[in-house]
């Protein structure tokens, strides 16, 4: 284990920003990360964990220690007829985990496929994709309390779970370091297929028979076919969560905007798509020099070259302004912002 100095966090952040961190360490294992906390030249710094930096915007250079999660594994805890429980390393990348999942006939994890990152910092935000959240697989995960190195395990409950949220996002965020996931799979999986794109996807490719495999590979088009890859274009996918308003004001804005989309949700609130109100800003496919809003998806903020944090978080507040003159709807950042 070595501590750099002076580290460009550029190959380290889907946007590709290009700032440096004072210090710099990759950890393989829990003793490495033991060590690590208690080491004297890193004892006062003010730290960040870094999974595969993909939900974060750097906007200036980290005057600390940066801690990068390489803990590795995946290991089978137990099994029943049904269920199998899969206890997964934090630095393990996840796309590549639910490729695993998809080889062994482990349902569960399949709508969640292509996402960027690692698994430890999936249930930071309870990633979700096309029907599915991993709270649903979620059995528990241990980390490491940043303040005095003592390990915790948190159940499902424990991890206050929501739509994009957990604890680690509220009351405990930046206090912990997660360092295994453990997941129950399933062995006689349940496809989804509720998210409509999923079904027309899968009859285009002539998929007759369902199977985890055929539902990831429709998933895998879908995203392809929306979203930029973050090896050709910086970004970091949605950069705001979709707003929920409650059933009067959703009547109140259908009233001045007859085509507003809207999911309900359970309490009669609608869950609004951001992308759609952005859209009908105008900022759809509008560049800025090397950056801007990418023009398949307006939720997606995007560094075409040698843009910086500064000028991304500043498109990202007018953007966020003109969306609460012209609906009254304030959008919140999905990405978390340094
Ligand atoms: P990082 O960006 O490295 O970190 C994110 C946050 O978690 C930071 O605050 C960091 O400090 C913290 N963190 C990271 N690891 C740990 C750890 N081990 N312990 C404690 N804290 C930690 N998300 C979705 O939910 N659904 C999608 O469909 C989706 N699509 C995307 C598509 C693209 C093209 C991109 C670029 C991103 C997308 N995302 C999506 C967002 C992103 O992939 C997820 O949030 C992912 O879980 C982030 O993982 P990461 O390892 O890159 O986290
Ligand atoms: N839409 C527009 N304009 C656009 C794009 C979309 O008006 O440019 C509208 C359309 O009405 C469309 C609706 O928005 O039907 C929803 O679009 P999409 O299916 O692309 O999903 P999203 O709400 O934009 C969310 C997640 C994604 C996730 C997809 C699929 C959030 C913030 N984003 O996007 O997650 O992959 O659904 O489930 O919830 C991420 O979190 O980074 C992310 C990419």
């Known amino acids: 284990m070595k501590i750099e100095k002076s580290i460009s966090l550029q190959p380290y952040n889907t946007f590709g920003i290009d700032v440096n961190a004072k210090l710099f360490c990759a950890f393989e294992s829990e003793s490495d990360l033991s060590s690590l906390l208690t080491h004297e030249a890193c004892k006062e710094e003010k730290k960040l964990i870094l999974g595969g930096g993909s939900n974060l915007l750097f906007t200036s250079d980290f005057d600390g220690l940066v801690m990068k999660n390489d803990i590795r594994g995946i290991e089978t805890l137990k099994e029943d007829d049904d269920h199998i429980w899969v206890r997964v390393g934090a630095g393990e990348n996840w796309h590549e985990f639910v490729l695993y999942c998809i080889q062994n006939q482990w349902g569960g994890v399949e709508n969640l496929s292509l996402i960027p990152g690692t698994v430890g910092a999936a249930p930071m ?47 405990a965020k930046g206090q912990f370091i997660i360092t295994r996931v453990t997941l129950r799979l399933s062995k006689k999986p349940e496809f989804n297929t509720s998210y409509g794109a999923i079904g027309e996807t899968l009859n285009d490719m002539g998929i007759r028979h369902l199977s985890i495999k055929a539902i990831s590979d429709a998933v895998i088009k879908i995203r392809q076919s929306k979203l930029p890859d973050p090896d050709e274009i910086g970004n970091a996918g949605s950069f ?16 001045h905007f007859p085509k507003i989309p809207g999911y309900e949700l359970p309490g009669k609130n609608f869950k609004i798509p951001a992308a759609w109100l952005i859209e009908q800003c105008g900022w ?55």
């Open 284 to 338: 759809k496919g509008r560049t800025f020099g090397p950056i801007g809003v990418h023009k398949n998806q307006a939720l997606v903020l995007v560094n075409y070259g040698q843009g910086t944090g500064g000028a991304i978080k500043n498109l990202a507040m007018e953007i966020k302004e003109s969306v609460a003159r012209k609906f009254g709807i304030e959008i919140e950042p999905e990405v978390n912002i340094v």
């Open 240 to 255: 705001f969560k979709n707003p929920t308003v409650d059933y009067i004001d959703f009547e109140g804005l259908r009233v």
């Open 125 to 171: 935000q309870n990633i979700g994709a096309y029907g599915v959240e991993i709270k649903e697989v979620f059995e528990s995960l241990e980390a490491i309390q940043i303040e005095d190195g003592i390990s915790k395990t948190f159940s499902k409950e424990d991890c206050q779970f929501g739509y994009r949220e957990s604890i680690f996002k509220k009351k």
